[in-house]
């Protein structure tokens, strides 16, 4: 058999059937953990993102494809 890779395995490991208030308790802290995310990292994401939109504009004002 051959040696297990880190890709190999699921990121998470769901429960086949979860009842209703455990489901709704898990999607409350994942949204609280998203929240919690965006607030400790929106500035470097956002900065992120303008600077992909700064390139793509560079990139289509050097080289326009019509």
Same mark, same amino acid.
């Given at each position: 058999? *051959?040696?297990?890779?880190p890709n190999?395995?699921?990121?998470?490991?769901?429960p086949?059937?979860? *009842? *209703?208030e455990?489901a709704?308790e898990l999607?409350?802290?994942l949204?609280?953990? !998203?929240? !919690?995310?965006e607030r400790h @990292?929106? !500035?470097?994401?956002k900065?992120? @993102?303008?600077?992909?939109a700064? !390139?793509?504009?560079?990139?289509?004002?050097?080289?326009?494809?019509?």
């Open positions: 058999m *051959p040696m297990l890779q190999d395995l699921p990121l998470v490991c769901l086949l059937e979860l *009842p *209703p455990a709704a999607i409350a802290f949204q609280q953990l !998203a929240e !919690a995310l @990292y929106g !500035a470097q994401i900065g992120h @993102y303008d600077a992909i700064r !390139a793509q504009r560079a990139d289509a004002s050097v080289d326009p494809s019509f």
